[in-house]
């Protein structure tokens, strides 16, 4: 069974800019939760999509944004890229809901903006 | 407001000896906790889930055991080797209106064994 995809895996990009990362979740999982990960902070939650719909949202600024397909595949944004927004992007499916269920992370994204 | 710590923030034993990594939480009022591994650079991966009605989980070489009341769990390692070197988080989920959310995580410890 193939595991939880992640593309790109690594992204250079410049302040200013936008960005889309992209998670594919094991077949059959419904839900996509996503995480920012940095030395400082650790692992911080953006958001979790089940079937489609934002479930959760953490505690990030309107420039973070994500959506979910029919097929379970989600994506992120993020719109006028900071320094500060340097950071491991992983995402994570589980079956059902993140909190119930075993969640399955991906490799995660390197995002590095200069 | 849940709050996860993991003390120490790093470990260093040497390779064979049995070890346990702590995790404790601020409200006992929780779904379950998960057991993660995080090699550099690399994704997390799942190790153990235990769910508040259990009072441990064990896979392999790892134990996790789970006590509410006290607010805390810990992640046994027996036999330790170099190949078990890297992070190890744990994490509960976020609990509102009876619902379970997102995890919260703690900083994690970084295990290190020496040959």
């Known amino acids: 069974k193939a595991g939880v995809t992640q593309t790109p895996r690594y992204l250079i990009k410049t302040r200013g800019q936008q960005v889309t990362l992209s998670c594919s979740p094991i077949s059959g999982h419904r839900s996509v939760s996503w995480y920012q990960q940095t030395p400082g902070q650790g692992l911080q939650f953006l958001f979790e999509y089940f079937s489609e719909t934002q479930r959760n949202k953490g505690n990030f600024p309107g420039r973070f944004s994500g959506r979910q397909f029919s097929n379970s595949r989600s994506e992120m944004n993020v719109s006028t890229l900071e320094l500060g927004d340097s950071a491991l992007y992983l995402c994570?499916?589980?079956?059902?809901?993140?909190?119930?269920?075993?969640?399955?992370f991906g490799p995660g994204t390197r995002l590095t903006v200069l | 407001k849940q709050e996860v710590t993991q003390i120490p923030a790093a470990l260093s034993v040497p390779e064979g000896e049995n070890l346990v990594l702590n995790c404790s939480f601020t409200?006992?009022?929780?779904?379950?906790l998960q057991w993660f591994r995080q090699d550099p650079g690399k994704g997390l991966t799942s190790l153990l889930l235990?769910?508040?009605?259990?009072r441990e989980q064990t896979s392999g070489r790892l134990n996790a055991s789970l006590d509410k009341s006290s607010g805390r769990s810990t992640l046994y390692i027996a036999a330790s080797q170099p190949g078990d070197s890297a992070t190890y988080l744990c994490?509960?989920?976020?609990?509102?209106?009876?619902?379970?959310?997102?995890?919260?995580f703690g900083k994690g410890t970084k295990l290190s064994v020496k040959p």
């Open positions: 994570a499916s589980s079956r059902g809901s993140s909190g119930t269920d075993t969640q399955y």
């Open positions: 409200d006992s009022a929780i779904y379950n």
């Open positions: 235990i769910q508040s009605s259990q």
């Open positions: 994490a509960v989920p976020f609990s509102y209106g009876g619902s379970q959310g997102n995890l919260i």
